[in-house]
């Protein structure tokens, strides 16, 4: 083994132990020849025996240093690249010599091409720093490229992504792996920008709910003591697709027999069909809600452990008659509170992926879908029979998509929600896969999730239901009074902590804000008088570095855990914007003037909103914090006031 190798491998064994594995079993390259072209020991071409193909058409030191003149003209100013192909692994290598430059992304569908390469050149200080990530695009899986695009190195320049092509080569016979490779990817850019948000007063109803309910989720028990206490060895999860009716006679003689976890539209379905679940997970904001709960009886719901997100509407509690857990979104706001026991669920967007998660969470091994087809029925149905707001609930629209069928033949319809859903899905699987989960989908309908193994619903309960062991049942309890007084003032005090660091940090940028703006409007009028050369170009750079000491107000944990949540929706989707502006050249003193100019101008808006983002939680939280206030006065316990 030469040391080259050997040091690429040992680097590579700590960060994809599996790909180091696959190439550490190799014992050559068969597939592929390896030619030095010329007297220089590294003009090396890589010929494909099978194909008859080179990696390099010419000299490929040659093709290298022209790759090179133009990502240092184009691409220098790029903290992220991704590449399809590795070639030799010379050219990759040069990449690091750019300071700007954080992550690089290879996708090569050739073991053994990875082979030569890591022979070739020495990755090792750039893999174990993880700058360098090679991957096999065969490999990659939605919940792989979502990882990608959760770095925060990553996905705030998720906007300038372009997966480049490394040489003919690969473009003549990979074309379908690179479309494919480009469509996983760009789905996963989307999910990522959508998990950001896009509406700023959601996040504020959430926050202001979440504070009004304190009170309740104190006064009832955890949720930590529901994690590894299964009721039995398979969970069964019940949504409201177009063909849950098929599957609710078999459900009901299991039901002794299985967990079953409800989303909350299933409620009023199973207590028609006198099918009592064991947990009903909730999660929407909206008051709407409130209705499935309506629909359903007390007597009905009485003994079902009700989990609702923190969040959630007051009139949602209000009809929930069951025993109440209220598990907090793992949301940065929630735990700035620091009340572990009480939470943390729903990290998907449905109350399905929110059951998903109870059942891993739980400690269940097999977990099943039915009801679960995210996608519209053949004759255009969205909601099973039964659903409070009916069958037709969710209307087809242009903008639907087409995505395959459960059970992989043909298209079926979508939305964009739905794809959402089936997004956290096929993450979620993905992950509990590697924990020993298998996730049977036996909806018999709708849209495939991949990762799920689908299955009717007839041959689960006769692979997996044993009659003779009876689910177990689960005791709850509550904290002591004591602890909960507590956790009150606990709150309260954080709520004021909150309030004052965010009136603060508010003061600050305002300051900026002004002087940006007096300063933009001075831009203006200079273009305005065709008086450009009269730019004080001097002071904008100092603007800018006022700029950047907000930037790094907002980067810091204290301010992330309070108002990072509120801020992202908004300003979140601007830095993508202004990641643009970073990436582009400024070689010439014209582009870097240009390049100031529109930064400063951009962060005009970008102040403004900051600003008014934090004023607007901070009005939110000081009327919510009066439910709390309430409480404590309830229990006698000696508080100051949020004024």
């Not at 790909?19 to 597939?31: D, E």
């Not at 969970?235 to 609710?248: C, R």
């Not at 006198?274 to 947990?279: A, E, H, L, Y």
């Not at 998903?356 to 739980?362: D, N, S, V």
Request: aromatic letters at 10%.
């Amino acid at each position: 083994m030469s040391q080259i190798f050997e040091k690429n491998i040992k680097a590579l064994l700590k960060q994809n132990s599996f790909l180091a594995s696959q190439l550490f079993a190799l014992k050559t390259h068969q597939k592929f020849e390896v030619i030095q072209q010329g007297e220089d020991s590294i003009n090396l071409n890589i010929i494909d025996m099978e194909k008859k193909y080179p990696i390099y058409k010419t000299q490929p030191l040659s093709e290298i240093q022209s790759k090179q003149e133009l990502f240092k003209e184009k691409y220098s100013r790029y903290p992220v690249l991704f590449f399809y192909g590795l070639g030799n692994g010379i050219f990759i290598k040069l990449l690091f010599a750019n300071p700007s430059l954080k992550k690089v992304f290879v996708f090569e569908p050739n073991l053994e091409i990875i082979y030569i390469a890591l022979h070739i050149v020495d990755f090792s200080e750039e893999i174990l720093s993880s700058k360098l990530e090679i991957l096999l695009p065969q490999e990659l899986t939605f919940s792989k490229a979502m990882r990608i695009f959760s770095h925060p190195d990553v996905q705030l320049f998720a906007k300038t992504f372009e997966l480049h092509i490394y040489s003919d080569y690969y473009e003549k016979f990979y074309a379908d792996s690179i479309i494919e490779t480009n469509k996983l990817l760009i789905r996963a850019i989307k999910q990522t920008i959508i998990n950001f948000g896009n509406d700023t007063i959601d996040t504020l109803i959430g926050i202001e709910h979440h504070i009004q309910n304190i009170p309740e989720m104190l006064n009832n028990p955890h949720f930590s003591q529901l994690k590894n206490k299964k009721l039995s060895d398979i969970a069964i999860i019940v949504s409201t697709g177009p063909s849950l009716d098929k599957q609710l006679p078999l459900l009901k003689k299991i039901a002794p027999y299985a967990t079953i976890i409800s989303v909350d539209a299933s409620l009023p379905i199973l207590e028609k069909h006198n099918i009592k679940p064991d947990f009903v997970t909730s999660l929407e904001r909206v008051e709407a809600t409130a209705k499935f709960f309506k629909h359903t009886s007390p007597k009905f719901q009485k003994d079902i452990i009700m989990l609702h997100a923190s969040l959630q509407h007051k009139e949602v509690l209000k009809y929930s008659k069951g025993k109440k857990i209220l598990p907090m979104r793992p949301f940065r706001y929630t735990k700035y509170f620091t009340m572990h026991k009480y939470g943390y669920l729903g990290i998907g967007m449905s109350a399905a992926n929110m059951a998903y998660e109870l059942a891993y969470l739980m400690g269940h091994k097999t977990i099943v879908l039915i009801g679960q087809d995210l996608a519209y029925s053949e004759d255009g149905k969205s909601h099973s029979e039964g659903h409070v707001f009916g069958v037709n609930n969710v209307q087809q629209k242009e903008s639907d998509t087409y995505v395959t069928k459960y059970g992989g033949e043909g298209l079926i319809r979508t939305n964009k929600t739905w794809n959402m859903f089936r997004n956290f899905f096929e993450k979620d699987i993905e992950d509990a896969k590697k924990e020993g989960v298998t996730t049977i989908n036996a909806t018999e309908g709708g849209a495939r999730i991949y990762g799920a193994v689908e299955m009717p619903f007839s041959e689960v309960i006769e692979k997996y239901i044993d009659i003779t062991k009876p689910k177990k049942s689960i005791k709850l309890r509550n904290l002591s009074e004591n602890t909960v007084n507590k956790l009150l003032l606990k709150a309260h005090d954080k709520i004021k902590k909150m309030i004052e660091y965010g009136q603060k940090t508010q003061s600050k940028i305002e300051k900026v804000f002004l002087q940006v703006a007096k300063e933009c409007e001075n831009l203006e009028n200079l273009k305005n008088n065709n008086n450009l050369e009269k730019i004080n170009y001097d002071k904008l750079t100092k603007l800018s570095s006022q700029i950047d000491k907000i930037k790094d107000i907002i980067e810091t944990k204290k301010f992330s855990l309070m108002y990072g949540e509120t801020i992202e929706s908004y300003l979140v989707n601007k830095e993508l914007d202004l990641a643009k502006i970073m990436v582009r050249p400024s070689n010439t003193e014209i582009e870097k003037k240009a390049k100031l100019i529109d930064w400063i101008m951009n962060h005009k808006e970008w102040l403004f909103m900051l600003a008014g983002s934090i004023n607007a939680q901070i009005i939110v939280v000081k009327r919510a914090s009066k439910n709390l206030e309430k409480e404590l006065k309830k229990r006698n316990l000696p508080f100051e006031p949020i004024k």
